[in-house]
């Protein structure tokens, strides 16, 4: 069967809130695989993670700064994508997750509120051309200054 081109799935944090779901995803993703396309997934922090976090963020500081509260709440997200990756290659497929600054998820200064400037291919395709599924962080990037000083 050729390639049917690249598909982007987005699962959100009630799509992947347990290990269940997360397998019932990997399946949704799989089927995707199936038929023949190169799969792009975006997946958020599972269920009630982004909450937890917050939480515990208050805990410690009842004003935290945008930046460090970003950078806590990234972590919901790693979490999320190395599972999904785990899953997939559970049932037999070759996965890799990333982090939203590992595939140039470009954005601008904005914390809490990022627009996304641009996002660089080149990763995302060098391994969908390995028949990869590439699972990716939603919720980051990198700003654009700390790129170019890379």
Request: aromatic residues 2%.
């Amino acid at each position: 069967m050729g390639k049917k081109g690249i598909l982007v799935q987005k699962f959100g944090g009630s799509s992947v809130a347990n290990p269940e779901r997360i397998k019932r995803v990997a399946e949704r993703v799989s089927a995707a695989k199936k038929q023949g396309y190169d799969v792009v997934v975006v997946v958020s922090a599972l269920g009630d993670t982004t909450d937890e976090l917050l939480e515990l963020a208050a805990e410690i500081n009842e004003e935290p700064s945008e930046r460090e509260l970003d950078m806590l709440m990234s972590t919901g997200e790693q979490i999320s994508i190395a599972l999904l990756s785990m899953a997939l290659q559970k049932i037999g497929h070759q996965a890799i997750s990333f982090t939203g600054a590992q595939v140039g998820i470009l954005t601008d200064a904005t914390h809490t509120k990022a627009r996304i400037l641009d996002i660089s291919t080149a990763r995302i395709k060098k391994e969908l051309e390995k028949g990869k599924i590439v699972v990716v962080a939603g919720f980051q990037g990198i700003l654009e200054e700390a790129q170019l000083m890379r």
